[in-house]
């Protein structure tokens, strides 16, 4: 499976983005997906997930600190995964990963670890 990231940039502080992470190689509907990010100088961090229930039904998971501002949602038509991100603030300045997680791990969805495959990272930087 390989994974790339996009839609990173330059934004002001209150602005938006739109992330998106499309997935070759063997995708399945019924992989969860995650997002990530990494500030410079801090530890990866958990930002949402969407995971698979059965049939067409998924939910999501965010971080605390981006709940009621970040939306992960995929298109499985397309194998893509996106996260819109509103009301950007200076500290979510960091480089975004997109991770896929075929089952295979334990563990938590906010773990990094539970995914298997991973993305190149796109950078987000906001401006204040």
């Known amino acids: 499976v390989q994974l790339q990231a996009s839609g990173g940039g330059l934004v002001q502080a209150g602005g938006s983005l739109r992330l998106s992470c499309a997935a070759s190689g063997g995708t399945s509907s019924s992989y969860n997906m995650g997002w990530f990010r990494q500030a410079p100088g801090k530890e990866r961090e958990f930002v949402a997930a969407i995971r698979w229930s059965g049939g067409s039904v998924y939910y999501t998971f965010y971080g605390d600190s981006e709940k009621g501002r970040f939306t992960i949602s995929r298109d499985n038509t397309k194998n893509t995964v996106y996260l819109q991100m509103n009301s950007l603030k200076p500290e979510d300045t960091a480089v975004y990963y997109c991770?896929?997680?075929?089952?295979?791990?334990?563990?938590?969805?906010?773990?990094?670890?539970?995914?298997?495959?991973w993305g190149q990272g796109t950078l987000v930087t906001v401006s204040s």
């Open positions: 991770a896929a997680d075929t089952g295979y791990a334990s563990g938590s969805y906010s773990m990094g670890e539970k995914y298997d495959y």
